[in-house]
């Protein structure tokens, strides 16, 4: 039987969700409660003294409810540093990076939480090239949005407020000049997307319909109000799945609310896995160019194994996009991405992007006329298992070296700590890490047949329950 996660107790030291959590991929709370206009001013007030007075910020939202309200508030700090603020309106995350890089400005913003459901928000700080901050300048906005040190400027220096609508337009053009957009619309593929009310909804349709598929758009408006909890995991897409079914459609496609993230649904309406979504992408991108890959330390083995089959290398590098593409352009990786369904080609701007990794399945399927089944069968299998379930701020060290200890004796055990810890052993990995984006540990293992996964999670789980009860 698969183990139970261990859970947080109901006394004093139970773990409180309601924390502002910031950290390297920004900043994201609860609406009303720890991310309120005062806190997105004072984000927005120190972004704009880290960058400068002069300097110019591109800012996007995803759809929710709330991200007016933190936008304007984010905008609001920005310009009284004498920041300009450029407004994208509702963006994707990848779109907003692509901005901040192609209109030359010194920094973006972006107003989403991801995955998170409604009730959440964030503010994610973006380098001019569309990146996430490094570890060394989240630090330093952290510390002057802590100790209230802000820049402030007089009436005269204030900056300026302006709009961009070009957003869209220029994501797919990005993505259609590397892809054969004939090639693709020439087999008129049946699409289902479920765009779950975010900020997919309006330029994803677009891209579908210059790649000549005949789309079929669930959740489809940018309203923000998701018809289901915005994770694009198995237990969240039943509808996709038989839309799938019904339409007999060639493949769905399932986005999170920024639309970073993408999740596959096959011909057959079945949840293919979102690490099959960058092992996918990977298998598209090897059989054109060859080169290392980056990725994180809690991704599928698939990769390592197309990467082998390729005479190519993988990086490893601790969860987080940033991480990633820090590995990626370090070591020149000609492509990357994280197992949770993200993929990454610098090529577009080097962060996470739902939108690439349709084009390049598409055309995966265009060029070999294989179905996403028979795609799915050319990669070698395997079976993971993901948990996750509240931890206070100081008990992953105490799992991590608990975990150590057990599996020290192991026969062919190797250990990796760049982020939490990683158990390799012959029969298959186990890792056990802190979010950086929620306040919950995450279990996660992997192994050729799900009773080796499961036992590898027990296992773990066990070692960790004392620290989280």
């Known amino acids: 039987m698969r183990a139970d996660p261990p859970r947080g107790g109901q006394g004093s030291d139970a773990v409180s969700t309601d924390r502002l959590m910031v950290g390297v991929s920004g900043v994201r709370g609860t609406i009303g409660t720890t991310l309120t206009p005062a806190v997105a001013c004072d984000f927005g007030a120190a972004f704009g003294t880290m960058l400068g007075a002069g300097k110019t910020v591109v800012i996007g939202r995803?759809?929710?409810?709330?991200?007016?309200?933190?936008?304007?508030?984010?905008?609001?700090?920005?310009?009284?540093?004498?920041?300009?603020a450029i407004d994208l309106d509702i963006a994707t995350t990848p779109g907003v990076a692509l901005m901040t890089s192609h209109l030359g400005a010194d920094g973006g913003v972006v107003i989403t939480a991801s995955h998170n459901p409604a009730p959440y928000n964030g503010i994610k700080f973006l380098q001019p090239s569309g990146t996430g901050l490094t570890d060394d300048d989240a630090g330093k906005?952290?510390?002057?949005?802590?100790?209230?040190?802000?820049?402030?400027?007089?009436?005269?220096?204030?900056?300026?407020a302006s709009s961009d609508a070009t957003t869209h337009a220029v994501h797919i053009d990005t993505i259609c000049?590397?892809?054969?957009?004939?090639?693709?619309?020439?087999?008129?593929?049946?699409?289902?997307?479920?765009?779950?009310?975010?900020?997919?909804?309006?330029?994803?349709?677009?891209?579908?319909?210059?790649?000549g598929c005949e789309v079929v758009h669930l959740n489809g408006e940018a309203t923000g109000r998701f018809a289901h909890p915005p994770e694009p995991i198995e237990e969240n897409l039943g509808e996709l799945c038989a839309a799938v079914r019904k339409h007999a459609a060639a493949?769905?496609?399932?986005?999170?609310?920024?639309?970073?993230?993408?999740?596959?649904?096959?011909?057959?309406?079945?949840?293919?896995?979102?690490?099959y979504t960058l092992a996918l992408a990977a298998a598209f991108v090897l059989r054109k160019r060859t080169g290392a890959l980056a990725t994180n330390l809690a991704t599928s083995r698939m990769i390592d194994d197309l990467a082998a089959a390729a005479g190519c290398r993988v990086v490893r590098t601790p969860t987080g996009e940033a991480n990633v593409v820090e590995g990626l352009l370090r070591e020149g990786a000609i492509f990357g991405g994280e197992g949770g369904g993200g993929v990454i080609d610098p090529r577009v701007v080097p962060v996470r992007n739902s939108l690439v990794g349709m084009a390049m399945i598409l055309q995966q399927m265009a060029e070999t006329g294989k179905t996403i089944t028979r795609l799915v069968a050319d990669i070698p299998r395997y079976v993971m298992i993901k948990t996750k379930f509240p931890c206070p701020a100081d008990a992953a060290e105490k799992v991590a070296a608990a975990a150590r200890e057990a599996f020290a004796a192991r026969e062919g055990a190797s250990f990796n700590d760049a982020d939490g810890l990683r158990?390799?052993?012959?029969?298959?990995?186990?890792?056990?890490?802190?979010?950086?984006?929620?306040?919950?540990?995450?279990?996660?293992a992997e192994a050729p047949t799900q009773q080796a996964a499961e036992s590898l999670i027990a296992e773990v789980a066990a070692l960790a329950r004392p620290f989280v009860d």
């Open 62 to 84: 995803d759809g929710r409810t709330s991200g007016p309200m933190v936008r304007n508030a984010v905008t609001a700090g920005l310009l009284a540093c004498g920041v300009n």
């Open 141 to 160: 906005l952290k510390d002057i949005w802590a100790a209230r040190q802000f820049a402030l400027v007089d009436a005269d220096r204030q900056g300026a």
């Open 177 to 211: 000049s590397m892809t054969d957009v004939t090639g693709v619309a020439d087999k008129r593929f049946k699409v289902v997307l479920d765009s779950v009310n975010g900020a997919g909804c309006i330029v994803t349709p677009m891209l579908l319909s210059k790649l």
């Open 251 to 275: 493949v769905g496609f399932a986005q999170d609310a920024d639309a970073d993230r993408l999740a596959i649904v096959d011909e057959n309406g079945a949840f293919i896995g979102e690490e």
């Open 423 to 444: 158990i390799d052993l012959p029969e298959g990995w186990v890792c056990a890490r802190a979010s950086n984006t929620e306040p919950i540990m995450r279990i996660i």
